[in-house]
């Protein structure tokens, strides 16, 4: 089953900013681990990353249009204030399950505690690096067998 896993604004810096909260590991590295880990439980990942709010639509409207099992979403700083990202996960008619390298309930800046996609989403996933994206992965394909 092939699902897409859409990272947002920043994560292609990944080992390079604050890399106290994200680490060392690369972008490329977050690739190649979703890929793995997606392909273990019978799922094909397209993994996608974009600075720019637009293309991240676009791409959620692109489940439209092509079959896709169900999304996995990293919106970066646009989980705290995307409405728009918020409206596109609501009209999806297959399971969205939001996911975050850290913890954003414990982050520094109280205006990063607050997601406004977290209620239109299957379930979320944060504070545990690469593995938050393990964690979803695992949810999604447990809910995808649960459809079948």
């Keep these: 089953m092939r699902i897409f896993v859409i990272n947002g604004p920043n994560l292609n810096l990944l080992g390079r900013r604050e890399v106290a909260i994200y680490g060392h590991k690369t972008y490329a590295d977050l690739e190649a681990y979703i890929r793995v880990e997606a392909k273990a439980l019978g799922l094909s990942a397209d993994v996608r990353q974009s600075n720019h709010e637009g ?85 999604l394909s447990e809910a995808l067998q649960k459809s079948e």
């Design 55 to 139: 293309v991240l639509l676009d791409w959620l409207h692109e489940t439209f249009r092509i079959k896709v099992a169900g999304v996995l979403i990293n919106p970066g700083a646009l989980t705290h204030y995307s409405y728009a990202l918020r409206d596109a996960i609501k009209a999806l008619d297959v399971p969205v399950y939001e996911v975050h390298l850290s913890d954003i309930k414990q982050r520094e800046e109280t205006f990063r505690h607050h997601s406004v996609i977290a209620d239109v989403c299957a379930d979320s996933f944060s504070g545990h690096g690469f593995e938050s994206y393990k964690a979803a992965l695992v949810a």
